[in-house]
Each structure stands twice: as structure tokens, then as C-alpha cells.
């Protein structure tokens, strides 16, 4: 029997054409997988008699699927058919009986069966064989047996990409040697399948950071209030925070983290901690509002590259989208390290460092960029320095260039317990006057006032000084006055 060609594709996947003897709408190759039995995303299978296909004879006989109206009784139309008799009358009758709202699929007419399951998350694909899954973020996005099956043909009809969003409807019951499937998709970050028309990343422009992202919250902390002052960051920024052990670097990610929860809501956070103590993964998670998502240290080197590529990919998903993303990562350092160990390119660089080392760090720090088409990715990552192996140099000399704003944490600063323990002199943000605007003649005066002192005397002036007052704007002002 010849192919049949054209026609159009469903939220399934599957391929519809007009009505041909008694079928209406019938899928040329797959059919679905419901709640009446298996057979989803698999060929149909053909008899021995009628090794060509073609009608009831050339195919097994097919289960009802609720979601089509070609399945059912040979010769019948969908509202002939007795799978649909419920909520229905015919066409050349009345108007069809309202099915109860909460029976529905959003936008459409058609029941969902109530032994199907609602189901979202964040879909990764499987790089050679083209599967994917839903992975939850309550797991860290980690694999997990309740994951839910992604078969090829939805990824590659709808053009879907690793890291989006879906929401869709899956059977629970599992096949022999399977996880649940996903039988349709509904929505993509949170929008109506049909609404999802992406941009490409790689094809946006980057422009300069030009809009402040506010960390001051108040009087307290002080560590936000520095920041703002002397390493202004906005939005698409790529910052370095470059750390000795021990100087307070947990609490200033936690208190970046606060900040942007409570004066940037519209940003999408995400913390992404690699090879971090699980004591520090439970702290953050119950300190910040966001997506906080862990490879803890007892997990292997293959966990936290997977993890980070992830999360990448979701970063790069949502800016496509046109939205903004703030990524906190602790640390660039130890994925460096993860991946020195995951990688094999059989070349190796001074201290030790794998050539490809620094290819999944590199990717995920410079993927911070703001769009002059809208959407922004903003990175702030730590190094590691000063912890006495010749690796960690090296991967902080290969990323030192790469950023547009750093902020160095001084030892003898967190010794004394002055924190935050920020070496002014090393410190500083790449284009400030595009994120200070009016105020970039006075913070100037204040950077020359605290340069001429002694480190930890300047900073420690600085934070009793802020704390006298309510806000930066208060204290430039006071400055200001005392200087006339």
C-alpha cells in the first residue's frame, strides 16, 4: 500500500489525516500508548496473512485511545464511537454535553482519562539515542526511577532542547522493563505547546550589562551594601568571586542569594553547588528561595559534570525565552576538578589540568551575557586560591580573564573578622559607569579614600560607617557633606 502523505501533527506526535474508509484523522505510523493498553511510539504490528498492512486484517486489533477519534469500532466516526458515547451527542443533534471542567484538557474539548497522571519537569535527552527524560528538581535533577520517559518522536517533532520545561500527561503503570511514558505534551515553561516558538542563543546579541541589579536590602547585611558600592553587578554580568579558605564565602553567596529573592523576583535563581559538603547543600536550601540544585562530594565526577551541563542548558533555555536568570555557582574550581577526572583526552597541562578541563566551567561562566532582543544570564561563580595545589592555580589563571567583574576576599581581612572580608584594591567591576550612572563620581572619591589606607583599616571604617546609616544613597550624601 503507497504511503500516504501530508497532514498534520498532533500534541502526541502523531501524524493525522483526513477521514479514508470509516477512519477519521488515522496515524499513518505509531499508535498510541493509553490507559486500554500498550503499543505507544511502537509500529503496529502486521499478521502473517496480510504481511502488506492495510485494514483490520493487516494490523492487530487496536485499543481505544481517548485522546483520537480514529480508534474504536471499525467504520465509525469519533462520535459514533462507543469509547466517547459519555459527554457527547451527535453531531446533527443538539449541542454536546459540557464535560465537567476539571475533566478537561486546558484548551482543548477532549476528556483526560482519569487513570492518567499529571505530570512536569526538566527535560534532559539522552545525547546518541535521542530519549529523553523529566527530571525533578527535588532530586537535583538527578535520575530517578519515577522519572518520566520522553519517547524520540515528540523531541524531534516539536523541536524540543534539553533544559526546557514540560508539562504534559503520562500513564503511571509501567511497561515491563520501562518507567512511565509521556503520552502528551500540554504546555512548555508553563506556555501552550503551540505558543512555543524559541530563539536561538547562539544566534542573540550580547550587549554590555547597562541594568543594575540592586543588592542592598536594608541596614543589614553590610556585605551587600559594599558590593553595591564598590562591585556593582547587572544584569548579564559574568562575576569571579575569588576565594581563600575560610573568608566568608558560603555567607556572601547566601546573602547574594537573599537579595535578588527579595528586590528581583521576576529573576529565575538558581544555586548550583558542585562537590560541596552536604551539610552546606541542606544550610542553603533552607536559607534560600530558589532553585538550589547539589552534586554533594560523595557523589562521582561523572554526577557533577552532568549536573552542571544541565543546568547550562536550562540557563540557556530560559534566556532564549526572553527571561532573566541569576546563576550563584560554588564552585568553578571544583568542576574544573570534576572534570579534569571525567575527562580523557590523553593531554595534560601544567599542574596536572586536562587539555578539555576547562571546556564545561569555560561554557557555563561565559554563557553569562545580557540580549539587546531581551533575556539575560547572570553568572556569579567562586575560585578557589591559595589552598596550596598547583590545579587550583591554574584554573584560576585560565578563568581570571574571562569575567567582567571580580571580587577578591582577602585572608588577613577574615582573620581580624572584618567581614565582608573584600580587598578593595583588587576588587572591582569592568564598565561601572553604565551601572552607576549619577552616582560614579562619588563611589570614585570613596574607592580613593579606602585605596590610600591600610587594607583592613579602610574596610572596617567603611562597614561602621554604612551601618550609621539606613541606605548607600544616605551615606554618599553624608560623605559628601563632610567632605564641603
Known amino acids: 500500500m503507497p504511503r500516504q502523505t501530508g497532514g498534520t501533527f498532533d500534541s502526541y506526535g502523531n501524524q493525522t489525516f483526513p477521514q479514508q474508509g470509516g477512519y477519521q484523522n488515522a496515524p499513518q505510523d505509531y499508535d498510541n500508548y493509553g490507559p486500554q493498553g500498550p503499543g505507544y511510539g511502537q509500529p503496529r504490528n502486521r499478521s502473517r496473512q496480510n504481511p502488506q498492512g492495510g485494514g483490520q486484517q493487516g494490523f492487530q486489533q487496536a485499543q481505544p485511545n481517548p485522546y483520537s477519534d480514529n480508534h474504536g469500532q471499525p467504520g465509525l466516526g469519533f462520535h459514533q464511537d462507543p469509547t466517547f458515547q459519555e459527554g457527547y451527542q451527535d453531531p446533527q443533534d443538539s449541542a454536546p454535553i459540557p464535560l465537567p471542567e476539571e475533566n478537561l484538557v486546558p484548551g482543548s474539548t477532549l476528556p483526560v482519562p482519569t487513570d492518567l497522571l499529571a505530570v512536569s519537569g526538566i527535560l534532559e535527552i539522552h545525547p546518541s539515542k535521542g530519549h529523553g527524560f523529566l527530571r525533578n528538581g527535588a532530586y537535583n535533577l538527578a535520575s530517578h526511577p519515577t522519572d518520566i520517559f520522553v519517547p524520540p518522536h515528540l523531541i524531534q517533532r516539536f523541536g524540543l532542547r534539553e533544559g526546557l520545561k514540560l508539562g504534559g500527561y503520562c500513564d503511571p503503570r509501567n511497561l515491563p522493563g ?10 512548555v515553561e508553563d506556555a501552550p505547546l503551540n505558543e512555543y516558538n524559541p530563539r536561538d542563543f547562539d544566534s542573540l546579541t550580547p550587549i554590555d550589562p ?12 553590610a556585605t551587600t551594601r559594599v558590593m553595591d558600592l564598590l ?5 548579564g554580568q559574568r562575576g569571579l568571586i575569588v576565594a581563600p579558605p575560610r573568608t566568608g564565602k558560603t555567607v556572601m553567596l547566601q546573602h547574594i542569594a537573599q537579595a535578588i529573592s527579595v528586590n528581583h523576583p521576576d529573576m529565575h ?12 547543600v541542606t544550610e542553603m536550601k533552607r536559607t ?27 540557563a540557556r533555555r530560559l534566556a532564549e525565552l526572553g527571561k532573566p536568570v541569576f546563576i550563584l555557582l ?44 531581551g533575556g539575560s544570564i547572570t553568572v556569579m561563580g567562586t575560585v578557589l586560591v591559595e589552598t596550596g595545589s598547583r590545579m587550583d592555580d591554574v584554573i584560576f589563571q585560565e578563568l581570571k580573564g574571562t569575567g567582567n567583574m571580580e571580587l577578591v576576599l582577602d ?28 552616582q560614579t563620581p562619588r563611589i570614585a572619591t570613596l574607592r580613593r579614600v579606602l585605596v590610600d589606607q ?12 554604612l551601618l550609621e546609616t539606613n541606605t548607600n544613597d544616605e551615606f554618599l550624601d553624608k560623605m559628601i557633606v563632610k567632605k564641603k
Request: charged share 35%; net charge positive.
Open 330 to 373: 560554588d564552585s568553578l574550581t571544583r568542576l574544573a576538578r570534576a572534570y579534569n577526572k571525567a575527562s580523557n583526552s590523553g593531554r595534560t597541562l601544567t599542574g596536572g589540568v586536562d587539555s578539555k578541563a576547562l571546556d564545561v566551567p569555560k561554557k557555563l561562566f561565559g554563557c553569562a551575557r545580557a540580549f539587546e532582543e
Open 288 to 314: 534560600v528561595r530558589g532553585d538550589v540544585l547539589a552534586s554533594s562530594s560523595d557523589k562521582d565526577a561523572t554526577q557533577h559534570v552532568r549536573l552542571a551541563e544541565l543546568v547550562l542548558n536550562r
Open 454 to 465: 591600610a587594607p583592613a583599616e579602610g574596610m572596617d571604617r567603611l562597614i561602621k560607617k
Open 231 to 235: 562591585t556593582p553587578i547587572g544584569r
Open 210 to 221: 547597562f541594568e543594575r541589579i540592586k543588592l542592598e536590602t536594608g541596614r543589614e547585611p
Open 269 to 280: 535563581l538558581i544555586v548550583l553547588l558542585i562537590d560541596e559538603r552536604p551539610e552546606e
Open 411 to 438: 585572608r588577613k581581612l577574615a582573620d581580624r573578622r572584618i567581614y565582608p572580608a573584600i580587598d578593595i584594591a583588587q576588587s572591582g567591576t569592568r564598565k561601572e559607569e553604565k551601572l552607576l550612572g549619577e
Open 178 to 187: 520501562q518507567g512511565p511514558r509521556l503520552l502528551r505534551i500540554d504546555t
